[in-house]
């Protein structure tokens, strides 16, 4: 509450009411958001997203403070860099990991000769799946579908042969 354009304590909490919400989006909060990942409810669901999102805009304001410059020099480097890019897994991975930012599923990589790359672990369930990343659905070939359980990909291509339990 704003009195005189001062701020009025309402103690540790406030009630809300939040008109238009379509029964529909609701509905599908509550099944595919609250019901797996908030035992406590509506209430600890919101307080959750809303935490998220302050902490998702702070770290962007975080990265507008940087000093960005523009620099032909690097500008060269990174075009040079990102023909490497095939060498290595990173853009899956970064891809994957930037999707997790925030959630309760950790990346745990296990050493780079051993297959699949990483396990995904879920902190709320304590379950586990495990992750190959790659950068071309097309690179997954040779390996054993039956030991992965997730295919993490930068880019899809030639995904007809690949035969697994699931494809992000």
């Not at 935490?51 to 940087?66: D, G, H, L, S």
């Not at 410059?69 to 500008?75: A, Q, T």
């Not at 897994?89 to 930037?98: C, K, P, R, V």
């Not at 992750?131 to 930068?154: A, Q, W």
Request: glycine share 6%; proline share 4%.
């Amino acid at each position: 509450m704003i009195e005189n354009g001062q701020k009025k304590l309402l103690g540790n909490s406030v009630n809300m009411t939040i008109p238009d919400v379509p029964t529909e989006l609701l509905h599908e909060f509550s099944e595919k958001v609250m019901k797996p990942f908030y035992k406590g409810g509506v209430s600890e669901a919101i307080r959750d997203l809303m935490q998220k999102a302050v902490n998702e805009q702070k770290q962007n304001e975080t990265f507008n403070r940087f000093p960005w410059k523009k620099d032909e020099e690097r500008f060269n480097e990174v075009a040079d860099l990102v023909g490497l890019k095939r060498r290595y897994e990173n853009y899956a991975i970064f891809t994957l990991g930037d999707k997790l930012t925030n959630s309760h599923i950790d990346v745990v990589f296990r050493s780079p000769r051993e297959y699949p790359d990483a396990i995904l672990y879920n902190s709320d369930s304590e379950e586990t799946l495990d992750v190959e990343f790659e950068e071309f659905s097309s690179d997954f070939k040779g390996h054993d579908p039956t030991k992965c359980d997730l295919i993490s990909v930068g880019f899809m291509i030639g995904t007809k042969n690949i035969q697994t339990k699931s494809v992000l």
